[in-house]
């Protein structure tokens, strides 16, 4: 069974600072790491994807995140925070084999202070 | 390039009803999600189906039921609706070779 862990159901950074949501996962076999953000009603919107090549993986809207089996993380950073910035980021894990579903962890607000 | 299509995006209830809604995902990707946003919270897992089969079985209450039909849409079929059932709810699809789930723009039920 694959699981996340988003610490921090709430982060404010200010506008320019860095950005730093924290996930970390649990899993019996190698997973699949995503982050999504979700806008004020809206869907989801896939950031990033780890899926077992570099471990540091770039995405859209300047964010990357870094795979680190030692720690068993995979937290999504960027360097200068935007207002556009301010959504809920979830967290997501799969296993790497099967169709097996995405497990979302409980999101992380991000607010950004101008 | 086509993405997952749900519909409809926006649904009133009243309690006690039924609601369906619909899930048309991209062509050659035969595996369905179907996950419940409620509001505030993180997306739960329902309900899976692979090769109009099911395949897998989350935190479904025995009054929703789903399928998979031959040209691969899926349709969840929501029974004595509760107000606990007003939520935004995501079909979600992948398919050989990908790692991720491409997501629907969901539907937004709400129970009156």
């Known amino acids: 069974a694959q699981s996340v862990t988003q610490l921090g159901s709430h982060v404010s950074v200010s506008e320019g600072a860095l950005v730093l949501l924290r996930c970390n996962y649990s899993s019996s076999v190698p997973p699949y790491l995503f982050w999504y953000v979700q806008y004020p009603n809206q869907g989801l919107q896939l950031l990033l994807k780890?899926?077992?090549?570099?471990?540091l993986v770039k995405g859209i809207n300047g964010f990357e995140a870094e795979f680190k089996k030692s720690e068993t993380s995979f937290h999504l950073t960027k360097p200068s925070a935007h207002m556009s910035d301010a959504a809920e980021y979830f967290c997501?894990?799969?296993?790497?084999?099967?169709?097996?579903?995405?497990?979302f962890g409980t999101g992380t607000r991000l607010t950004i202070i101008p | 390039a086509a993405g997952v299509i749900q519909s409809p995006r926006h649904l009133i209830k009243e309690k006690r009803e039924t609601a369906t809604l619909k899930c048309y995902p991209i062509?050659?990707?035969?595996?369905v999600y179907w996950y419940q946003q409620g509001p505030g919270q993180d997306p739960q897992f329902l309900i899976s189906f692979y090769e109009k089969m099911q395949s897998d079985k989350g935190s479904i209450p025995d009054r929703f039921s789903a399928q998979q039909f031959s040209d691969y849409h899926s349709e969840l079929n929501m029974s004595s609706l509760e107000l606990g059932d007003s939520a935004l709810y995501f079909c979600a699809n992948s398919g050989p070779h990908t790692g991720e789930l491409f997501f629907g723009e969901g539907s937004r039920l709400t129970v009156l």
């Open positions: 780890y899926t077992s090549a570099a471990t």
């Open positions: 997501a894990v799969r296993s790497n084999f099967g169709n097996e579903k995405l497990t």
């Open positions: 062509p050659r990707h035969d595996t």
